[in-house]
């Protein structure tokens, strides 16, 4: 039986540079046959997923020799990390790996909505020029409002502050004394989520999914919002109630809106029914992360730090 089961996709070439030498078990349709993994899962030390493996449960006692737990990504929602620490049995996220590609993520779609740049294409080769129309705005000089500031809102911070944006930020947790953000808050005006919402052009989400967070952006925060403004979820589904938001962009009390993660993962024709016919809103399956580059990086940092604590044990 494999030593390592990696139950989601992840770079063959991580695999096979750093694994080497274990008995691994690559299967990335493996998370969508419950039976067939937790059989895997009888001599495993190792288990690597992605946000849609749920690490809970009848999972965990499947596992019975589990030491460690790759996690292809930052979000840990998915697991049950008081079971795993109960357990002794280390989880490890490849944190930093994929800022960058979420950044760029966040940073486009701002500009793509701005700009409106898809809407006329239909009109265009219906033999239309829908020029007056299509005149959009620019991100400079614009706010941008980041709800969080941990590493990736701190990356989308360093290029919006290049493009000319004026930068708000909401974190209750943030230790503005820290001195490893002293350039990073530079410049940057702290507030409360009221006032962010009411102030920022662009409002980007990066927090995690906790019952503090589910549903913080509702209908009232989105009421608090301009009429003007485009709101970008690439941090987790429900953070954002869905629905709210679908009656805000049919009433054009938003400018636009950017979504890369849903309550319902994968969005089935059923969970997405409400965000059908929604004018001016982008929606992407959960690769705000995912780059060719960023997929490299975050499997050599998962495989790394698999084989690290396997060959500690």
Same mark, same amino acid.
């Given at each position: 039986m494999a030593d390592i089961v990696i139950s989601e996709f992840m770079d063959e070439t991580a695999i096979a540079e750093v694994l080497q030498g274990f008995d691994v078990l690559y299967d990335p349709d493996l998370v969508n046959e419950p039976a067939a993994l937790l059989a895997a899962l009888a001599d495993a030390r190792a288990l690597i997923i992605r946000n849609k493996t749920q690490v809970r449960g009848d999972l965990l006692k499947a596992a019975p020799h589990l030491r460690v737990i790759?996690?292809?990504?930052?979000?840990?929602?998915?697991?049950?990390?008081?079971?795993? $620490? =109960? !357990? @002794?049995?280390? #989880?490890?996220?490849?944190?930093g790996a994929n800022d960058?590609?979420?950044?760029?993520?966040?940073?486009?779609?701002?500009?793509?909505?701005?700009?409106?740049?898809?809407?006329?294409?239909?009109?265009?080769?219906?033999?239309d020029w829908p020029r007056l129309q299509m005149i959009g705005a620019e991100l400079s000089g614009r706010t941008l409002g980041l709800v969080g500031f941990g590493s990736i809102a701190r990356e989308v911070a360093r290029r919006a502050r290049i493009m000319g944006m004026r930068l708000a930020i909401y974190d209750p947790y943030l230790d503005a004394d820290d001195p490893a953000l002293a350039a990073d808050l530079a410049g940057v005006v702290r507030l409360d989520l009221a006032d962010m919402l009411a102030e920022a052009d662009v409002l980007s989400l990066h927090v995690p999914l906790t019952e503090e967070t589910r549903h913080l952006i509702?209908?009232?925060a989105l009421a608090r919002m301009q009429p003007g403004a485009i709101l970008?979820? $690439? =941090? !987790? @589904?429900?953070? #954002?109630?869905?629905?709210?938001?679908?009656?805000a962009l049919r009433a054009g009390r938003l400018a636009g809106a950017a979504l890369d993660v849903f309550?319902?993962?994968?969005?089935?024709?059923?969970?997405?029914?409400?965000?059908?016919?929604?004018?001016?809103l982008l929606l992407t399956p959960?690769?705000?992360?995912?780059?060719?580059?960023?997929?490299?990086?975050?499997?050599?940092?998962?495989?790394?730090?698999?084989?690290?604590?396997?060959?500690?044990?």
């Open positions: 790759g996690r292809l990504g930052v979000g840990l929602d998915n697991i049950d990390l008081d079971a795993c $620490a =109960a !357990r @002794g049995i280390k #989880v490890c996220p490849a944190r960058l590609s979420v950044a760029e993520y966040v940073l486009s779609a701002a500009m793509n909505l701005l700009r409106d740049m898809w809407s006329g294409r239909d009109q265009m080769l219906a033999g509702d209908a009232l970008i979820n $690439a =941090a !987790r @589904g429900g953070v #954002v109630d869905e629905m709210a938001l679908a009656d309550e319902t993962e994968p969005m089935t024709a059923e969970s997405g029914a409400h965000l059908r016919d929604v004018p001016n959960h690769i705000a992360g995912i780059t060719e580059e960023a997929n490299l990086r975050v499997s050599l940092m998962t495989a790394q730090s698999v084989a690290a604590v396997l060959a500690s044990a």
